[in-house]
């Protein structure tokens, strides 16, 4: 090698020395082949405390602890570095002032090029900050795993990223019956039962859980000996510091005794509240059975006087009038027994609140007579209602006379209005300064027959039909009272953003045809021959049928002016029939009655017409009017 090869050489040494020299985190030496230090660096100098000259020439053993060499530590670390090539480990090692740290120790043998050995290259780095942090992670995840493994109320335990368990808690043995050895690596939907398998609910449990960051739910689960238990079950995904998804938390607990209760709970609240409805059953039958008596003695005495042969005519009309008036009663009785049953078909549209309550404050000022002042505290601008016109004054009569009745010797009644912002809702309200209403009464005034009155007073359906009209409108209706301070019934009902129409709507009750070709469709006889009789009066003829189905056969052979049908009928309805017409043949006119019908009442009868039964002349003709002008 010439010199300028050695000068290199020497230079290239030099900075490995001087790289070496400057490393302060990593103790970096050499020992000769029996284990005598030969270098030192400033990281050596740092971990162990020793300057150079205090440690050159010294056996490494010398950091270790008296136990290390005394079981021969430091001669087996250099053997395994020579024989295998390398040696790594960790170990306590002795500072100068004789505190222990903790360490890793690589140690490399250097050997020459025909492989004699000349010694050996230590690497160590100090962790002991490090260690101690990993023994207070262990200490912490063993009292959690302690913690975890003593709950007994809760199932606690952990799945694979497949949902297979991978651990399993005390809790988890107490409520599922299986021991640890026998579920760690099972899939957890064993614990489903098998209608919830065949659905999928398990793999839907994880998707659900990754999805939403939860799962949670009650269904029931199976235990290891096949009973069924309910259980109340979440799920959370587990994410290691990356965010990467190394499994799932499942959490499950037995809540078949809460459940239990639950239902014994609802059971008992059932109960009770088949003993209040029989109880209501009974009063409404009772009331419904001694209104209609009444009306009917009537009827039936009326009727039977006018069969006799020599009765003046003067008795004779006064008979048919009694007879008409009653019917009509019997008909208002009907119509609030539907409103209470919300049941009644309703002609909603859209009201225009201010002016409708104060024309009828007027109206009512006229009826209630000089003994009861009528005040209106209308808010300005109120919201429209979407309401049926008749229905909603009805409601408003009941209330006020039960008002003026409430206030014998005469008082003040307020009729109220107000935009309800939170409820986007409008409140009217009838509050009187009458005797008020005992508390205990209050929670059954809208019962159907409960009447606070004296016998033969009222019938105890007022408040009913009030409550039944608002619930069917949308809304409800509230009362409040102080017993001599009065009482406030209230309507809140919805607004609408449509805006009310308020041209009038022209009705003309007059039979304006010189003839009409009517097809009667009625499958009760004796309302058949009535309405035939009736159409006959109003110059119409009439082929009559008594079902849909043979209607239509009729129909496909011959034109009629008008379809004259009711609704609820055996096979076809009359509504399915005019459904039909409406698509085979759109020019046909047709006219509907019913008294009662869940589609009207449910709203699918809009768009046809509808005549209310019973019907007399008057109200038949305005609605075949206008049956026939649309």
Same mark, same amino acid.
């Given at each position: 090698? =010439?010199?300028?090869?050695?000068?290199?050489?020497?230079?290239?040494?030099?900075?490995?020395?001087?790289?070496?020299?400057?490393?302060?985190?990593?103790?970096?030496?050499?020992?000769?082949?029996?284990?005598?230090?030969?270098?030192?660096?400033?990281?050596?100098?740092?971990? @162990?405390?020793?300057?150079?000259?205090?440690?050159?020439?010294?056996?490494?053993?010398?950091?270790?602890?008296?136990?290390?060499?005394?079981?021969?530590?430091?001669?087996?670390?250099?053997?395994?570095?020579?024989?295998?090539?390398?040696?790594?480990?960790?170990?306590?090692?002795?500072?100068?002032?004789?505190?222990?740290?903790?360490?890793?120790?690589?140690?490399?043998?250097?050997?020459?090029?025909?492989?004699?050995?000349?010694?050996?290259?230590?690497?160590?780095?100090?962790?002991?900050?490090?260690?101690?942090?990993?023994?207070?992670?262990?200490?912490?995840?063993? /009292?959690?795993?302690?913690?975890?493994?003593?709950?007994?109320?809760?199932?606690?335990?952990?799945?694979?990223?497949?949902?297979?368990?991978?651990?399993?808690?005390?809790?988890?043995?107490?409520? @599922?019956?299986?021991?640890?050895?026998?579920?760690?690596?099972?899939?957890?939907?064993?614990?489903?039962?098998?209608?919830?398998?065949?659905?999928?609910?398990?793999?839907?449990?994880?998707?659900?859980?990754?999805?939403?960051?939860?799962?949670?739910?009650?269904?029931?689960?199976?235990?290891?000996?096949?009973?069924?238990?309910?259980?109340?079950?979440?799920?959370?995904?587990?994410?290691?510091?990356?965010?990467?998804?190394?499994?799932?938390?499942?959490?499950?607990?037995?809540?078949?005794?809460?459940?239990?209760?639950?239902?014994?709970?609802?059971?008992?609240?059932?109960?009770?509240?088949?003993?209040?409805?029989?109880?209501?059953?009974?009063?409404?039958?009772?009331?419904?059975?001694?209104?209609?008596?009444?009306?009917?003695?009537?009827?039936?005495?009326?009727?039977?006087?006018?069969? @006799?042969?020599?009765?003046?005519?003067?008795?004779?009309?006064?008979?048919?009038?009694?007879?008409?008036?009653?019917?009509?009663? *019997?008909?208002?009785?009907?119509?609030?027994?539907? *409103?209470?049953?919300?049941?009644?078909?309703? @002609?909603?549209?859209?009201?225009?609140?201010?002016?409708?309550?104060?024309?009828?404050?007027?109206?009512?000022?006229?009826?209630?007579?000089?003994?009861?002042?009528?005040?209106?505290?209308?808010?300005?601008?109120?919201?429209?209602?979407?309401?049926?016109?008749?229905?909603?004054?009805?409601?408003?009569?009941?209330?006020?006379?039960?008002?003026?009745?409430?206030?014998?010797?005469?008082?003040?009644?307020?009729?109220?209005?107000?935009?309800?912002?939170?409820?986007?809702?409008?409140?009217?309200?009838?509050?009187?300064?009458?005797?008020?209403?005992?508390?205990?009464?209050?929670?059954?005034?809208? =019962?159907?027959?409960?009447?606070?009155?004296?016998?033969?007073?009222?019938?105890?359906?007022?408040?009913?039909?009030?409550?039944?009209?608002?619930?069917?409108?949308?809304?409800?209706?509230?009362?409040?009272?102080?017993?001599?301070?009065?009482?406030?019934?209230?309507?809140?009902?919805?607004?609408?953003?449509?805006?009310?129409?308020?041209?009038?709507?022209?009705?003309?009750?007059?039979?304006?045809?010189?003839?009409?070709?009517?097809?009667?469709?009625?499958?009760?006889?004796?309302? /058949?021959?009535?309405?035939?009789?009736?159409?006959?009066?109003?110059?119409?003829?009439?082929?009559?049928?008594?079902?849909?189905?043979?209607?239509?056969?009729?129909?496909?052979?011959?034109?009629?002016?008008?379809?004259?049908?009711?609704?609820?009928?055996?096979?076809?309805?009359?509504?399915?029939? *005019?459904?039909?017409?409406?698509?085979?043949?759109?020019?046909?006119?047709?006219?509907?009655?019913?008294?009662?019908?869940?589609?009207?009442?449910?709203?699918?009868?809009?768009?046809?017409?509808?005549?209310?039964?019973?019907?007399?002349?008057?109200?038949?003709?305005?609605?075949?009017?206008?049956?026939?002008?649309?």
């Amino acid at each position: 090698m =010439d010199d300028q090869s050695n000068f290199d050489a020497q230079a290239t040494e030099q900075r490995y020395q001087l790289l070496v020299n400057a490393v302060s985190d990593y103790a970096i030496y050499m020992l000769d082949p029996t284990g005598h230090i030969l270098t030192w660096n400033a990281g050596a100098r740092r971990f @162990k405390g020793y300057v150079a000259e205090e440690v050159i020439g010294e056996h490494f053993s010398r950091f270790f602890t008296p136990e290390d060499r005394a079981a021969g530590v430091p001669q087996t670390m250099l053997r395994t570095a020579f024989e295998e090539g390398r040696f790594e480990g960790e170990g306590e090692r002795i500072r100068k002032d004789g505190s222990l740290i903790w360490v890793h120790v690589v140690i490399d043998p250097i050997l020459a090029e025909d492989g004699e050995l000349l010694g050996f290259a230590k690497i160590i780095r100090d962790i002991t900050e490090r260690r101690a942090a990993d023994r207070a992670l262990f200490v912490a995840e063993q /009292r959690f795993s302690l913690l975890v493994q003593s709950v007994q109320d809760y199932a606690i335990y952990m799945l694979d990223l497949e949902g297979r368990v991978t651990n399993w808690n005390a809790g988890a043995q107490a409520i @599922k019956g299986y021991r640890a050895d026998e579920i760690v690596g099972a899939h957890f939907s064993r614990f489903h039962t098998e209608e919830d398998r065949i659905r999928g609910e398990p793999a839907l449990a994880l998707e659900t859980a990754l999805r939403e960051g939860r799962y949670e739910r009650e269904a029931e689960r199976v235990r290891k000996d096949g009973s069924r238990f309910w259980a109340h079950v979440v799920i959370d995904p587990i994410r290691d510091e990356s965010g990467t998804l190394i499994g799932f938390a499942k959490i499950t607990r037995d809540i078949s005794e809460k459940r239990r209760a639950q239902e014994e709970l609802e059971q008992a609240r059932a109960a009770v509240f088949q003993s209040q409805k029989m109880q209501a059953l009974g009063e409404l039958t009772g009331g419904i059975a001694h209104d209609f008596n009444n009306l009917m003695t009537v009827i039936r005495g009326s009727a039977e006087l006018l069969q @006799k042969e020599d009765l003046a005519p003067e008795k004779r009309r006064r008979y048919v009038r009694a007879i008409t008036e009653t019917a009509d009663k *019997a008909t208002a009785l009907t119509t609030k027994l539907l *409103a209470f049953g919300r049941r009644q078909s309703l @002609k909603p549209e859209v009201l225009d609140p201010g002016s409708r309550l104060d024309a009828f404050g007027e109206v009512l000022a006229r009826t209630l007579g000089s003994p009861i002042e009528v005040r209106l505290d209308l808010a300005p601008d109120l919201w429209p209602i979407e309401a049926d016109a008749a229905e909603l004054e009805t409601a408003l009569l009941n209330a006020a006379f039960n008002a003026r009745d409430a206030m014998p010797g005469g008082g003040r009644l307020t009729i109220s209005a107000r935009n309800v912002v939170d409820e986007h809702a409008v409140r009217i309200a009838i509050t009187d300064s009458g005797q008020g209403i005992p508390a205990e009464m209050l929670e059954r005034v809208f =019962d159907p027959f409960f009447t606070t009155k004296p016998v033969g007073k009222g019938t105890g359906l007022g408040l009913s039909q009030i409550h039944g009209f608002a619930a069917q409108t949308g809304g409800r209706a509230e009362i409040a009272s102080r017993l001599g301070l009065g009482t406030t019934v209230s309507l809140v009902l919805p607004r609408t953003d449509r805006q009310p129409d308020n041209r009038a709507a022209v009705r003309s009750a007059i039979a304006n045809w010189e003839r009409l070709d009517v097809l009667l469709v009625e499958d009760n006889d004796n309302v /058949r021959q009535f309405a035939r009789s009736m159409l006959h009066e109003l110059r119409a003829d009439v082929t009559d049928v008594e079902s849909a189905e043979a209607a239509l056969d009729l129909l496909g052979r011959h034109h009629f002016d008008l379809v004259f049908s009711d609704i609820v009928m055996p096979g076809m309805s009359g509504l399915d029939l *005019a459904r039909r017409l409406r698509s085979t043949a759109p020019d046909q006119r047709v006219l509907l009655a019913t008294g009662y019908s869940r589609e009207v009442a449910g709203g699918e009868a809009a768009g046809f017409h509808i005549v209310q039964k019973p019907y007399g002349a008057e109200s038949l003709t305005t609605a075949i009017s206008l049956a026939l002008a649309n």
